[in-house]
């Protein structure tokens, strides 16, 4: 409707079209590779703002009526336009956070670790927690001394750390990996019970190693949050949202607090990114009304709710149909029963919210897909629910369908297959890899939208380095030479698709964002390169000029030679 308004408003003023004397640009880009992900004009040079939204996209020449005295003209020399990403599955807080705790993010092993948090030991008072978060054992060069299944125990940790508290998070959120001190603050002992949907690591003679896989986390978490330090996260995370070229967000999983608090900083104008919030689980959803469209001037929107069917496939917690390759007997874990996730999902259809479920094995796929199914069944007026099922990792043929069928999204995450694939085989054996890991193509060729993210922080935030790999199926090295499991390759205007317009239909904005055409808000990007023609070996040397969200100019490079003209 906000888009409908606009462009009758709007599209006036176009060249070509508008009255003369027709009010001017606020700003115009020019000389310009613009990619508008518009199919009525997927190309253009300039662009022409008024405000907050786009006026008119076109040639130079046409955009030189909409030029008066106060309109300010940047010359692109010859840098890409395209719209602003939008990241469909990140944790903003998780950003901020994971730049103010301990980084073991790309460490070589766990002795890199246990420095680390040695080095934050020494700067802490007694008793003072120490959070961390990206260790990841499966990129280490070597195995942890004393490992148990592959996971490192907590006693390297505990040496260097007997007077404080350590959790220690492992990249994809879903195991944590604690110091003899959290245990003993938590009253952690060999006769603790496992949480279901959760698993305690214990070693030969029975004592919990430290490692705490899903629902089992939730026994030694530390206290939450000062106010001041997560709104200093959330600063951060907005920041670099901005310089990475990120202008909308989905936050997948926002407490009723985190929700009050950007209801409270939409309010006052001090969201820097749009946000669209998902409601952490059934209780959230409840705790809330009908859904917010819009708020704070188009930029938060809470009108999901996200639930949790499994863990992580690095954590052998993702729940499949069939046992693990590296550890018979393990299925996985469910961390929500099905009768749960059926309540929530009835919920939400009734209340006029969409749902998101993160599911990565194919057994939670399955269960979610038959939740879904059931739940749209029986409310046959929700015509258009447009459902999720988050990271849709690992997918039995039969079900690869049904995607597209039911109109089910998949939030997905090109950078995970570049990131997990290398060790992928081992957890899964090469048939169920080649069956529907990752199976971007066989989704989007079944009839399926796909929505792209990066899971941040749990990967990298930055949409190029995703882009990358959603196209070429390497690593940053260029391994392997072709890529993993080439045929599902996306071209580069579908991985564009998938971070700009689809993302925006998934969260009902398609027509308000996600393209750059007349009517629609001004988020946009500025780049060095021209992604949709580079050589793939080029694509990670991009940079990221400027970024502009509702016609302001948010982030500009102070490279010396980048900037807006």
């Known amino acids: 409707m906000l888009r409908t308004l606009l462009s009758a408003a709007l599209l006036a003023s176009v060249p070509g ?37 786009i006026l008119a996209v076109g040639s130079d020449e046409d955009m030189e009526s909409l030029v008066g005295p106060e309109t300010r003209v940047r010359d692109l020399a010859g840098h890409s336009v395209v719209p602003g990403f939008d990241d469909s599955h990140a944790h903003l807080l998780g950003i901020g956070f994971a730049r103010l705790d301990v980084d073991l993010v790309g460490t070589v092993d766990y002795a890199e670790v246990v420095e680390r948090v040695a080095a934050a030991a020494r700067q802490r008072e007694p008793g003072e927690w120490i959070r961390g978060r990206g260790w990841h054992e499966e990129k280490w060069t070597r195995s942890a001394p004393g490992a148990v299944r592959g996971f490192p125990t907590h006693v390297a940790l505990s040496r260097v750390s007997p007077d404080n508290p350590v959790v220690l998070t492992r990249a994809d959120g879903h195991a944590v990996l604690v110091n003899a001190k959290a245990m003993e603050v938590m009253g952690i002992t060999r006769q603790t019970p496992t949480p279901e949907g959760g698993e305690i690591i214990h070693d030969a003679e029975g004592n919990p190693t430290g490692l705490f896989v899903d629902n089992a986390t939730g026994l030694v978490r530390p206290g939450p949050r000062t106010d001041t330090e997560t709104r200093r996260a959330l600063r951060l995370a907005m920041e670099e949202c901005l310089e990475k070229g990120v202008t909308s967000l989905t936050d997948a999983g ?20 749009r946000v669209y919030a998902m409601a952490a689980g059934l209780e959230t959803l409840q705790a809330l009304g009908a859904p917010e469209v819009g708020l704070g001037g188009g930029f938060l929107t809470i009108r999901s709710v996200k639930a949790f069917a499994d863990g992580a496939l690095g954590s052998r917690g993702a729940a499949l149909l069939e046992p693990y390759a590296d550890d018979p007997g393990n ?15 009835r919920e939400a259809l009734r209340r006029g919210f969409q749902m998101g479920t ?19 069944a029986e409310h046959p007026g929700a015509t258009d629910p447009r459902f999720r099922i988050e990271h849709a990792q690992i997918l039995d043929e039969k079900d690869i369908p049904r995607f597209g069928r039911l109109g089910v999204l998949a939030a997905m995450q090109g950078i995970h297959c570049t990131s997990d694939r290398p060790w992928a085989s081992q957890r899964l054996g090469p048939a169920r890899v080649a069956e529907g890991a990752y199976a971007w193509r066989k989704l989007l060729e079944t009839g399926a939208r796909v929505l792209n993210g990066t899971d941040a922080p749990v990967e990298d935030l930055s949409p190029l380095e995703n882009f990358y790999a959603t196209v070429t199926r390497q690593d940053p090295s260029g391994q392997p030479p072709g ?28 027509n308000e964002k996600g ?14 390169q021209d992604i949709l023609s580079v050589p793939d070996d080029a694509l990670l040397k991009t940079r990221v000029l400027a970024t502009i969200v509702d016609g302001r100019i948010r982030y500009e ?7 807006l003209r």
């Open 17 to 53: 079209t508008h009255a003369p004397g027709a009010e001017p640009a606020d700003l115009v880009l020019r000389n310009a590779v613009v990619h508008t992900m518009d199919a009525a004009r997927p190309r253009a040079e300039a662009i022409a703002i008024r405000g907050s939204h």
């Open 254 to 273: 926002a407490t009723v607090k985190i929700l009050d608090l950007y209801r409270a900083l939409a309010s006052r104008g001090e969201l820097r990114i």
């Open 331 to 345: 299925r996985g874990l469910l961390v929500t029963p099905a009768e749960r996730l059926l309540e929530t999902a």
């Open 358 to 376: 993160h599911a990565i094995g194919d057994r939670a796929n399955r269960i979610v897909l038959d939740v879904y199914e059931q739940a749209m």
């Open 483 to 510: 890529g993993f499991d080439p045929d599902q390759r996306l071209t580069r205007e579908e991985a564009l698709r998938t971070m700009t317009l689809e993302p925006a239909y998934g969260g009902f904005e398609e």
């Open 515 to 528: 393209s750059i055409e007349p009517g629609k808000v001004a988020d946009l990007v500025v780049l060095s």
């Open 557 to 563: 490079s102070p490279h010396p030679a980048a900037g």
